[in-house]
């Protein structure tokens, strides 16, 4: 059997579903590997953080003058 990569989610218990167009491929009994992306992991956090942002109360952005400002 050749290589397919997809993406899925782990469910309790360390299940992961194998999506409907790949289950015909796979023989009863057969060997399935398994690889970890670190790199996807790391983003995941920064994925999160983007699409759910911290409130914060009174906040005010700076202005393009203080954001270049260089002044000590």
Do not use: C, Q, W
Not at 10 to 29: C, H, M, S, T
């Amino acid at each position: 059997m050749d290589r397919i990569d997809f993406e899925g989610t782990v469910e309790g218990d360390g299940i992961i579903r194998i999506p409907a167009e790949y289950k015909r491929e796979l023989v009863k009994g057969e060997t399935v590997h398994v690889s970890l992306s670190v790199g996807k992991r790391r983003t995941r956090l920064v994925d999160r953080m983007i699409n759910h942002p911290v409130p914060v109360d009174e906040f005010t952005p700076l202005t393009r003058e203080e954001i270049y400002d260089r002044t000590i």
